[in-house]
T-cell receptor, first 109, second 115 residues
């Protein structure tokens, strides 16, 4: 049983396309996080959400607490957006985090 | 601020060898974590710490040990390395935000192969 499910697992897009990555979770949370991992690189936090919507440049993250669902959108995608995007939720004791398996995005020029 | 500093970046061990992965953060975070990342799997928690002197097991602690003598440092020790410990290891730290939720920071990762 995975507390966090992401879809799709893999995604290939043409440069300029609008991209959506979905995340569903089954546990009570205090916040949901979207992380980005470049090949061979570390992991950086893109967003932390507890409600509503956040925007940073071409990235938009939304969360629906009632439906336990979040989406990460990338507008006007670019090859440099190619990375693995990981959804994580936090809550519970000891500041526990639960991670999805990631969505591998490739943006083709 | 350097953030979370993790060393080494790469290491190859022979079966039965031991090593310590170093992790340090300069953000005065109480919470620190060690995760492993295997292909096709989400990050799995090995050990975590809620402050200096306090550590606890995560989901996959077998074969590992940790210590937290200071707020800054959280080393991970592998004793008697096994091929099943071949993985990418990430150290992370977090702090709780006043309005709720936590901010999470990761080290750059250690790619470990046990042959």
């Amino acid at each position: 049983k995975n507390e966090v499910e992401q879809s799709p697992q893999n995604l290939t897009a043409q440069e300029g396309e609008f991209i959506t990555i979905n995340c569903s979770y089954s546990v009570g949370i205090s916040a949901l996080h979207w992380l980005q991992q470049h090949p061979g690189g570390g992991i950086v936090s893109l967003f932390m959400l507890s409600s509503g919507k956040k925007k940073h440049g071409r990235l938009i993250a939304t969360i629906n607490i009632q439906e336990k669902h979040s989406s990460l959108h990338i507008t006007a995608s670019h090859p440099r957006d190619s990375a693995v995007y990981i959804c994580a939720v936090s809550g519970g004791t000891g500041n526990q985090f639960y991670f999805g398996t990631g969505t591998s995005l490739t943006v083709i020029p | 601020n350097a953030g979370v500093t993790q060393t080494p970046k790469f290491r190859i061990l022979k079966i039965g060898q031991s090593m310590t992965l170093q992790c340090a953060q300069d953000m005065n975070h109480n919470y620190m974590y060690w995760y492993r990342q295997d292909p096709g799997m989400g990050l799995k928690l090995i050990y975590y710490s809620v402050g200096a002197g306090i550590t606890d097991k995560g989901e996959v602690p077998n074969g590992y040990n940790v210590s937290r003598s200071t707020t800054e440092d959280f080393p991970l020790r592998l004793e008697l390395a096994a091929p099943s410990q071949t993985s990418v290891y990430f150290c992370a730290s977090s702090f709780r935000l006043t309005g709720g939720g936590e901010k999470l920071f990761f080290g750059s990762g250690t790619q470990l192969s046990v042959l």
